[in-house]
């Protein structure tokens, strides 16, 4: 079927779906590597691969034939290059059919008709222990729950399914405590467990400053949709990890704005 005519080309509807459809797919690529080394490289990847049709156009066949190498080599090379990009899409893409993790649909398929609420999670308590451990530099990682499953990350420590309190947190992080290494996960209101091992993010863009503690928390956020804040023992800065993003050296009210803003909305991503 035919759309409209562009001089000697007759462009027809599919050719506009599929244009659309790889402009979509470009600006996607675009959108996960924007701001990384990676993206110069997918910005140059393009530029030859645009060179290549305009040589194949013009027929200079030894041109064609070398760029056409070069791309297929640079294919291989481009799976190893973003292969912590390729892995971060898999999972988003993973993460959004993931329907039996998500929490907004078993909150619908498990609603009770009673119309109980399930609990949200109080950020007061959990905001002022990041205060107060930064404060005292004493390290924290907590992981709040958005909407998808964190129980194969709360098997991994101590599950503890208490009521959130300040002294409770504050008890779980002091350097007496035998709990006090790894994350707590809090979800539906509840501190779940404490001491969870979290994935380490392999992010080779991290400020060497950074050490384990970041990168479990952007791991965290890389492999699901929680929100995870670090407390730095050495610096007592706070840090926040949203979506395999680290906004690193947050002031109280800006971190307690982004989980606000973050936790609050509605739909994950
Ligand atoms: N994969 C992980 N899962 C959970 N907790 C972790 C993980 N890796 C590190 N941690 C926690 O982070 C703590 C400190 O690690 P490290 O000193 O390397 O972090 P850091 O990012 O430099 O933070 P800090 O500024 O507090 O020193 C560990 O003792 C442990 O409690």
């Known amino acids: 079927m035919l759309a409209f005519r562009l001089g000697f080309l007759d462009i027809g509807w599919l050719d506009l779906l599929d244009i659309g459809l790889v402009a979509l797919l470009i600006y996607q690529i675009y959108n996960l590597v924007r701001g990384s080394v990676a993206s110069r490289v997918f910005v140059g990847y393009l530029l030859v691969y645009l060179a290549y049709l305009v040589v194949k156009a013009l027929g200079l066949n030894l041109m064609t034939t070398i760029l056409e190498y070069f791309i297929s080599v640079g294919a291989l090379a481009l799976i190893i290059i973003f292969q912590h990009e390729i892995r971060r899409f898999l999972l988003l893409i993973g993460k959004s059919t993931n329907l039996s993790s998500n929490r907004w649909l ?31 530099f004493s390290g924290g990682l907590l992981v709040l729950q958005k909407n998808d499953d964190l129980e194969k990350f709360a098997a991994s420590g101590e599950v503890i399914d208490a009521d959130i309190s300040k002294p409770l947190l504050l008890a779980i992080f002091s350097q007496y405590s035998p709990l006090h290494d790894g994350a707590v996960i809090i979800s539906d209101g509840r501190i779940r467990a404490a001491r969870c091992i979290l994935p380490v993010s392999e992010d080779d863009e991290l400020p060497p400053s950074l050490g384990f503690r970041h990168r479990a928390a952007l791991g965290m956020s890389e492999a699901t949709d929680a929100a995870v804040i670090a407390v730095s023992e050495e610096s007592g800065r706070l840090s926040l990890a949203l979506n395999g993003e680290l906004f690193t050296n947050l002031s109280q009210l800006e971190l307690e704005n982004q989980l606000e803003k973050y936790l609050r909305e509605p739909k994950n991503r």
């Open 106 to 136: 078993r909150r619908w398929l498990l609603r009770d008709f009673n119309g109980t609420e399930e609990s949200t999670t109080s950020l007061k308590p959990i905001l002022e222990t990041c205060k107060t451990l930064g404060a005292e």
